[in-house]
């Protein structure tokens, strides 16, 4: 899941202004905005280009600070990498994470 203090944090560490990474994600500066605010979580297309921008992995935006470990934050994060990294599985890697997952 997005996490808007990770990324105001990249954002600032890497001394990146919203109108800069609005422009060259292609969304608008209200967007990012929102991002960092958390009113809004962006799409993992969105997230990735981000991710790009600032020379980081999607990942680092997605990093969990609260501590939770509770099985709905587990399930985000699976979704999370499953849509991600899915394209690049095989079919029989695909099936066997739905086996794990159905167990």
Not at 20 to 30: T, W, Y
Not at 63 to 88: C, H, I, M, Q, W
Request: glycine share 6%.
């Amino acid at each position: 899941m997005f996490n808007p203090k990770a990324f105001q944090h990249m954002m600032v560490e890497k001394g990146v202004k919203g109108r800069d990474l609005a422009r060259a994600i292609g969304v608008s500066e209200v967007s990012v905005s929102r991002y960092a605010s958390g009113e809004r979580t962006p799409r993992m297309g969105t997230i990735i280009r981000i991710a790009e921008y600032l020379e980081t992995i999607p990942e680092t935006l997605c990093a969990d600070d609260t501590g939770d470990n509770s099985p709905e934050t587990a399930l985000t994060r699976v979704r999370f990498l499953a849509e991600k990294y899915a394209a690049e599985w095989s079919h029989n890697e695909r099936l066997e994470i739905v086996g794990k997952i159905m167990w």
